[in-house]
């Protein structure tokens, strides 16, 4: 676990964090979907949640290599 | 930044195959912060009731910590079992914040600390932390919280 001390990590570091997370989320979402899993509530469930998330990673990758592109211009 | 350990209870470890397995399809994992008062026993500490009392307390640090949302276990095709969770939200800077964090602790919010397991906890920080300089963040290690290889 990492912990910071105030000082921003890396986005190498937040990368490989998401990276990582995203891989994990989405073996979720296969296992989630073979148990045919269903519903916490009306409209809801756990694989639309994990599918939020992953998608909330992918955007925050976006940018991320958005801003290192216009920084290396 | 520093980087420290997450260390299991041994509880946890044990309640996995005496019925007290967490399911995290349905678990709300959260990560709270404490001071130097918590003196973690990894063979004895067993629910948040154990750690709570050296909760940090400040503002913008809501009581019970932050929810680490979408626990998932999930196992690769390699055999590796893998326990991880979203991020908790980061404490944002607040002059009258919190400056006495040491650790964190990782646990499955039941609605009562004496039936709410710690999976396990952080080594400490070596000195004290807060958000009062700025803000303060928790990432889960790249690899997740902790995994189980194949034996």
Known sequence: MNVNMNNPRTLAQVADRIDGRIERLKLAIQQEAKKGKKGKGPGENRYSELQREVRMHQETLKQIFKGVEKWQQ | ?151
Request: glycine share 10%.
């Open chain 2, 1 to 151: 930044m520093a980087t420290v350990n997450f260390l299991m209870l041994d509880k946890y470890r044990l309640n996995n195959f005496n019925g007290g397995a967490i399911d995290f399809s349905g678990a709300t994992l959260k990560c709270a912060i404490v001071g130097a008062s918590y003196s973690p026993n990894q063979n004895a500490d067993e629910f948040w009731a154990d750690a709570q009392s050296a909760e940090v307390t400040g503002t913008g640090y809501t009581a019970g910590g932050n929810p680490c949302i979408n626990a998932t276990a999930t196992l690769s095709a390699a055999g590796l079992v893998s326990v991880d969770a979203a991020d908790p939200a980061t404490w944002t800077q607040e002059d009258l914040g919190f400056s006495d964090a040491r650790r964190v602790v990782i646990y499955d919010d039941t609605g009562s600390p004496v039936t709410s397991p710690i999976l396990g906890y952080s080594a400490d920080f070596g000195t004290d932390q807060g958000n009062v300089a700025g803000d303060f963040f928790v990432a889960i290690n790249s690899a997740g919280l902790f995994t189980s290889a194949r034996a």
